[in-house]
């Protein structure tokens, strides 16, 4: 079945740090893959999706790159902020199946 | 445009009481879902529903019940609840099949003691 392992967290960083988040997945079929954000004591959020094979998302200065021949697609932001802590989510779907969900990694950012 | 709200937001319950999670989305979103998210474990799907009159069960849907009887809302029924089922539960939606983003809701923290 599908599967997503993401890094272990908590992850603590001071500001203006490098980011990586690593993701592998393993799936059936041509899945598209997701990076979903949760913020203190909110929902989550779309951060940013690829739906195939070395498609790049981005938004807010997040990036990740669909790696078919290494199954990754690790979450990078050049320079943290604070007000990126949260709780950060990787997630895919393949087909007409719900999304499956890794465990999140719990981002710090500290001025 | 208020998305997916949920209510209530936290709530107590005793062991074998029951309650309704209420879920209501005003985008006109055909799929909705009910998450529950325990610490350290992501998310695990419990009920779907593809459109109003349709639902089915998720990853671990024992214990819960739903019903779509508008397109609009997406209640959670849990009967006889059970320390087991302490945790934070989302409500989502999306407009089309599964990969297409998903809205989430607040969440409702729900403690059983």
């Known amino acids: 079945g599908n599967s997503v392992t993401q890094m272990e967290g908590p992850v603590t960083l001071s500001e203006e740090a490098f980011l990586t988040i690593n993701c592998t997945y393993t799936?059936?079929?041509?899945?598209?893959l997701f990076w979903y954000v949760q913020y203190p004591g909110e929902g989550l959020q779309l951060l940013l999706k690829a739906t195939k094979a070395d498609d790049k998302g981005s938004n807010k200065g997040f990036e990740a790159t669909y790696r078919k021949e290494t199954t990754s697609f690790h979450l990078e932001k050049g320079s943290v902020q604070v007000s990126d802590s949260a709780v950060y989510f990787c997630?895919?779907?393949?087909?007409?199946?719900?999304?499956?969900f890794g465990k999140g990694t719990r981002l710090s950012v500290i001025a | 445009n208020a998305g997916v709200t949920q209510t209530p937001k936290f709530r107590i319950l005793k062991i074998g009481q029951s309650m309704t999670l209420q879920c209501t989305q005003d985008m006109n979103h055909n799929y909705m879902y009910w998450y529950r998210q325990d610490p350290g474990m992501g998310l695990k799907l419990i009920y779907y529903s593809v459109g109003a009159g349709i639902t089915d069960k998720g990853e671990v849907p024992n214990g819960y019940n739903v019903s779509r009887s508008t397109t609009e809302d997406f209640p959670l029924r849990l009967e006889l609840a059970a320390p087991s089922q302490t945790s934070v539960y989302f409500c989502?939606?999306?407009?089309?099949?599964?990969?297409?983003?998903?809205?989430f809701g607040p969440g409702t923290r729900l403690t059983v003691t």
């Open positions: 989502a939606s999306s407009p089309l099949a599964y990969s297409y983003e998903q809205y």
């Open positions: 799936a059936t079929g041509y899945p598209s």
């Open positions: 997630a895919l779907n393949s087909g007409n199946t719900p999304l499956v």
